[in-house]
């Protein structure tokens, strides 16, 4: 990295202040109890102005690439035969997000008939309700057929408790944890697997890495991980959110960030 794209890890950044710091993340509490087609319109109501502008994102890059505009409208039709097959309850809230924004959803994997996979998303709430331990819950994640590979990081609320999971759509690739005797006090994933170097253009891994050890086992906190987190590259143009949690004490924070300039793009 060039120099101006760098800096010493950053000491103080907690509570969030400062031109790093846009705002807080809004809360909403949604009711599981509730029935399926109630339990979004709170939100998708407060938020359908966005969200339709975040799906005309979306159609104008489908346009751009396909620009007769069948790749739109293959979704379009083809949604209502897509979210039968959605497991319960997803369809049903599906639906009623979709009556409450006045828009159509789609997505193609399904449709094609591969629907012997698992969202990443459905996944990760179905773990959250229902698995009654930390390895109950690394046994799903490691185990469950997925639609596409992915990166599960897990912690729970013990000691030596947490690791990061390296996902095919089919299979675990690799689960890479926590262990206290071999000094490995902490984990660590960007956007590459953990075996292999960064892209030298995105190397965010070792300043991260720097700065943790300069924090120490010791001296981790929630407040001390902001720092990390604060720290450029770590922080860069494409962060949008920095969140924090802590199991033990049932503690999740989430702040809507800035990079100012010099800031990677990525």
Not at 101 to 108: C, K, Q, R, V
Not at 238 to 257: A, N
Request: charged letters at 20%; glycine letters at 6%.
């Amino acid at each position: 990295f060039c120099s101006q794209y760098t800096e010493e890890c950053r000491t103080e950044m907690y509570p969030p202040a400062g031109p790093t710091f846009r705002s807080a993340v809004s809360w909403y509490t949604v009711d599981l109890d509730s029935p399926p087609s109630d339990r979004w319109t709170a939100l998708i109501t407060d938020k359908k102005n966005d969200l339709l502008v975040v799906i005309k994102a979306i159609r104008d890059f489908a346009n751009a690439l396909v620009p007769s505009g069948r790749l739109v409208e293959l979704v379009d039709i083809s949604l209502p035969l897509m979210v039968e097959t959605l497991p319960k309850p997803y369809g049903e809230e599906i639906k009623a997000i979709a009556a409450v924004a006045g828009l159509p959803l789609g997505i193609l994997e399904w449709i094609f008939g591969k629907r012997d996979g698992m969202w990443m998303g459905f996944l990760m709430r179905s773990v959250l309700e229902n698995a009654n331990s930390y390895k109950e819950a690394q046994t799903l994640l490691v185990q469950t057929k997925l639609l596409a590979p992915a990166y599960f990081i897990l912690g729970g609320n013990q000691t030596g408790q947490g690791c990061i999971i390296t996902r095919s759509r089919l299979h675990s690739i690799d689960v890479l944890e926590l262990d206290l005797k071999l000094g490995r006090w902490y984990v660590l994933e960007t956007n590459y697997d953990h075996w292999n170097e960064p892209l030298f253009l995105d190397d965010r891994r070792t300043s991260a890495m720097k700065c943790m050890n300069q924090t120490t086992q010791t001296n981790i906190t929630p407040k001390t991980m902001y720092d990390v987190l604060s720290t450029k590259p770590v922080l860069n143009k494409l962060t949008v959110y920095t969140t924090l949690m802590q199991v033990s004490g049932g503690k999740l924070e989430s702040f809507i960030r800035d990079c100012p300039n010099p800031c990677m793009p990525w």
